[in-house]
T-cell receptor
Framework: DVKVTQSSRYLVKRTGEKVFLECVQD?????MFWYRQDPGLGLRLIYF???????EKGDIPEGYSVSREKKERFSLILESASTNQTSMYLC?????????????FGSGTRLTVV | AQSVTQPDIHITVSEGASLELRCNYS??????LFWYVQSPGQGLQLLLK??????LVQGIKGFEAEFKRSQSSFNLRKPSVHWSDAAEYFC???????????FGTGTLLAVQP
């Protein structure tokens, strides 16, 4: 089975800190995605990547950046964390031909910014 | 543009009762459709998917979904709900040229003993 691993289940950070959320997948998937999930708002796409060193903005990229130096790893960076970035963050990956297999999700990182 | 609507935000059913979660989509061509489940504090797990062929699709955990083109719907069903089915359920449609899945806002299922 494909595994998508998010390095932390829970994080507590202070306002203004630089925060790194790491995601690693082990099945050579080309596509990787970062979402945030908030009650009543569903999943909102922050950034995605179709290949190493490639990135595309999603629906809510403000306040975030990403890094994909290796195919298996996709990092989400909060340059200066703010309380409104307190949320559940979900990483997902897929083969290039998404329709065939859908996405595989990690278990999520619940980030609290105080 | 492609979109997905899950009209029910929250549903409560009794254990052993049948379940139907609604999903309506907007897509010009033949859609690729998915249902995911998210247990509390977890990521999303694929329940089932529809690409073509038989419009009744079987998934894991005893779930099934029926594709109805005339109604633009892909409703999820289970004949007898178990307490462990309490979770949030997301419907999704393939976004075509965008190369992404478009998710609904989810339906939170509570199961009463």
């Amino acid at each position: 089975d494909v595994k998508v691993t998010q390095s932390s289940r829970y994080l507590v950070k202070r306002t203004g800190e630089k925060v790194f959320l790491e995601c690693v997948q082990d099945m050579d998937h080309e596509n990787m995605f970062w979402y945030r999930q908030d009650p009543g708002l569903g999943l909102r796409l922050i950034y995605f990547s179709y290949d190493v060193k490639m990135k595309e903005k999603g629906d809510i990229p403000e306040g975030y950046s990403v890094s994909r130096e290796k195919k298996e790893r996709f990092s989400l960076i909060l340059e200066s964390a703010s309380t409104n970035q307190t949320s559940m963050y979900l990483c997902a990956s897929s083969l290039r031909t998404v329709p065939a297999y859908g996405y595989t999700f990690g278990s999520g990182t619940r980030l609290t910014v105080v | 543009a492609q979109s997905v609507t899950q009209p029910d935000i929250h549903i409560t059913v009794s254990e052993g009762a049948s379940l139907e979660l609604r999903c309506n989509y907007s897509y010009g061509a033949t859609p690729y459709l998915f249902w995911y489940v998210q247990s509390p504090g977890q990521g999303l797990q694929l329940l089932l998917k529809y690409f073509s062929g038989d419009t009744l699709v079987q998934g894991i955990k005893g779930f099934e979904a029926e594709f109805k083109r005339s109604q633009s719907s892909f409703n999820l069903r289970k004949p007898s709900v178990h307490w462990s089915d309490a979770a949030e359920y997301f419907c999704a449609v393939w976004g075509g040229a965008t190369n992404k899945l478009i998710f609904g806002t989810g339906t939170l299922l509570a199961v009463q003993p």
